[in-house]
């Protein structure tokens, strides 16, 4: 079991790094396949073995379409079903097809074609997997079903061509689905900096403004003193808003814990450095207090926020990534309570037999079921100002804990992300 999980978190994190279109695999998948069947029906070149692999190819498809409608149990499984699907649907069925037929043109340039729709769902790691095992088991039912090539006497040239062709289109993928690693991996090195200069840029600017708030701290007491002695002589002297101006650095100052905040999630959602951070046993309602302390909440935003740590619980993990995650979860469920101007926000924690479980709730614009396949895929965004790193930085850290993070949405009622972790051998405090 223990190496099951290691497999299914090992497919997780190549999906999570290079993406994965369920969606739009599934839609090609179910018009695709019964369209082949047809085509070869009409020619007459079908056989009862395509018949299956055909139907078998559209079965495998049409799930990956509602993949949103999943139950949370089956989507644990996701990505090994993903990955057998295209491993099913793309080498094993082209390879096997294509020797059936003779190794034919039409069936060389359809195996072709899989080859490099291949390179655009898979990085280069999970390519090389998945073409060595589906050129594999592709060969290996053929043979398993008595059948061989048949060559004519003038077809060894063909053979020559379509073996040099197979091979090109092959070094081709590897080559391209490599140099996409590399741009994904650019992309984010490049955010990286942009990221350290932008933060360098504006703690310098925030800095001499936070001295500027210490010292009228210390002025503004002996100015309002002052002021209230000469009213007193010259009652005519225009009002002024004393209450205002005494709490006016205070605000100052949350604003700007708010604006080093966000440059700290900035720096922690691109950098991540999950691998460095030291394990300690933390409590999850000092977690949440701590964070929402330290997070820049309006009057009104505090309002709308209810917790509920009744039930709190020990976990092995980092309180600085922690509270990293709920900021995130925070801004998010801020951002959408405000687009839809409406809603609260829930944190509960539960225990269960099973897992320590933290219930992130908002009931703002919710989500639509569309996006609900991708929200922890890095760069997907569809917020406004949104960067598509930060729920990725959350499930990376939550797995970094040995737990995982999954999201539940109806759009226009609710968004909901579970947190689970596991169970600490220490009991809660």
Not at 122 to 129: E, I, M, R
Request: overall charge neutral; proline content about 3%.
């Amino acid at each position: 079991m223990l190496l099951l999980d290691k497999f299914l978190n090992f497919l997780d994190k190549r999906t999570a790094d290079f993406g994965a279109q369920y969606k739009g695999f599934g839609i090609f998948g179910a018009i695709n396949y019964p369209l082949c069947y047809f085509i070869l029906y009409y020619i007459g070149s079908q056989t009862n073995e395509c018949f299956i692999i055909c139907v078998t190819a559209t079965a495998l498809s049409l799930p990956l379409i509602f993949v949103h409608s999943w139950p949370d149990k089956a989507k644990k499984y996701l990505n090994l079903y993903w990955f057998f699907t295209i491993l099913y649907c793309l080498p094993f069925l082209g390879t096997y097809m294509l020797l059936k037929n003779n190794i034919s043109n039409e069936w060389l340039m359809n195996e072709i074609l899989g080859i490099f729709l291949l390179i655009f769902l898979a990085d280069w790691l999970v390519f090389v997997l998945l073409l060595a095992l589906g050129m594999t088991f592709g060969y290996l039912a053929f043979l398993s079903l008595g059948q061989e090539i048949i060559i004519s006497s003038q077809q060894p040239s063909n053979i020559m061509f379509a073996l040099y062709t197979y091979i090109y289109a092959i070094g081709l993928g590897l080559i391209f689905s490599r140099n996409k690693q590399t741009l994904y991996q650019d992309k984010l090195q490049i955010m990286k900096i942009q990221a350290g200069a932008m933060a360098h840029e504006l703690r310098t600017p925030l800095g001499s403004i936070s001295l500027i708030v210490q010292i009228l701290k210390m002025q503004i007491p002996a100015l309002i003193n002052g002021y209230k002695q000469a009213k007193k002589i010259n009652p005519e002297l225009e009002d002024i808003d004393q209450d205002y101006i005494e709490k006016a650095p205070t605000e100052i100052e949350t604003t700007i814990r708010g604006a080093f905040s966000i440059i700290d999630i900035l720096l922690m959602n691109v950098k991540g450095v999950l691998d460095e951070v030291p394990k300690e046993a933390c409590s999850i309602r000092t977690c949440i207090q701590n964070a929402l302390a330290a997070y820049p909440l309006t009057s009104a935003e505090k309002q709308v926020i209810y917790i509920d740590t009744s039930d709190d619980f020990i976990f092995q993990g980092n309180e600085l990534f922690m509270r990293h995650v709920l900021f995130n979860l925070l801004k998010n469920a801020l951002y959408y309570i405000k687009a839809a101007n409406k809603g609260e926000i829930y944190i509960r924690a539960e225990k269960t037999p099973d897992a320590n479980i933290l219930h992130f709730k908002d009931t703002g614009k919710g989500m639509a079921s569309s996006m609900m396949p991708y929200v922890f895929e890095r760069f997907y965004s569809k917020t406004q100002h949104g960067t598509g790193i930060g729920l990725a930085f959350c499930k990376s850290v939550i797995e970094s804990f040995g737990g995982k993070i999954s999201c539940e949405s109806v759009e226009g009622e609710h968004t909901t992300f579970i947190l689970e972790f596991p169970k600490s051998l220490r009991m809660a405090v």
